[in-house]
């Protein structure tokens, strides 16, 4: 099932080298016996495998196990082939992953983060439970390509009544999304060393999420172009200060010459 609809245009430049991006398309499946099911969850456990987090396939999902219901997996497709995708959690009788930990301390929250926890809608909230990308496509492209998993997680909340989204993220690729997306991302505690790699717990108010952040109406070379027009206008600018600035510093000179004159 699609969840997501892609522009069909350059939304993203090729990175450099194998595999090309062609057509790319976000399917999803709630399904464990599924072929895309697995395929997804095979790429979500080398992700892990990769960081040293977990030996084998079955290891990491075991650690999903208690989710197994309540869980899609969320696949980016490139021209049929998994480049990337993720787990979405959505809430049921396990409750969240991310709470959980925070319960067993694997994972930190502040006074503010357990704060903002305690007001959470939690049958109208949902988890991101993994983010992944195979490990060819994690390139100049990745961070467009992880914009789009985003925008099908924001899709399905919006689809089911979600308002607010919780997540786990790598500490490096956190920093950056909280910077971008200030706007309805919040840090809820300090990063531990956890799955892998340094993460933290995330907050997400889906009120106030666009798919506009995620998935631009534009293409890329629309945006250079905007881009581009705005550095000229701004070389413009300031090229016609100078002359003004200079012209008000000839008349200055002109004029103090003709006082000295006069006197």
Not at 36 to 44: F, G
Not at 78 to 97: E, L, S, T
Not at 169 to 187: I, M, N, P, S, V
């Amino acid at each position: 099932m699609s969840v997501i609809d892609i522009p069909r245009h350059d939304l993203i430049a090729s990175p450099q080298g194998p595999p090309p991006l062609g057509w790319l398309e976000v399917q999803s499946s709630s399904d464990p016996n599924s072929l895309l099911w697995d395929t997804i969850t095979r790429v979500e456990s080398g992700v892990f495998m990769d960081c040293g987090y977990v030996a084998t396939h079955e290891e990491l999902q075991r650690e999903y196990e208690d989710y197994l219901d309540s869980s899609t997996m969320i696949g980016l497709l490139n021209d049929g082939d998994v480049a990337g995708g993720g787990r979405y959690i959505a809430y049921g009788p396990a409750g969240f992953k991310t709470i959980n930990d925070i319960i067993k301390g694997r994972i930190e929250a502040d006074k503010n983060g357990l704060d903002m926890l305690a007001n959470v809608d939690y049958p109208h909230a949902a988890e991101i439970g993994t983010t992944i990308l195979e490990k060819q496509y994690r390139s100049r492209a990745g961070g467009a390509l992880v914009g789009l998993v985003y925008g099908a997680f924001y899709q399905r909340a919006v689809n089911t009544d979600v308002t607010a989204l919780l997540a786990t993220l790598d500490y490096g690729y956190a920093k950056g999304f909280l910077r971008r997306f200030k706007e309805f991302a919040t840090q809820l505690g300090p990063p531990v060393e956890y799955m892998g790699s340094l993460s933290v717990p995330v907050h997400m108010d889906v009120t106030k999420m666009d798919m506009e952040m995620f998935v631009p109406s534009k293409s890329q070379e629309e945006l250079r172009e905007e881009r581009k027009r705005a550095r000229l206008l701004r070389v413009a600018e300031r090229h016609v200060a100078e002359i003004y600035e200079r012209r008000e510093d000839a008349e200055t000179q002109r004029l103090e010459d003709l006082e000295q004159g006069i006197l």
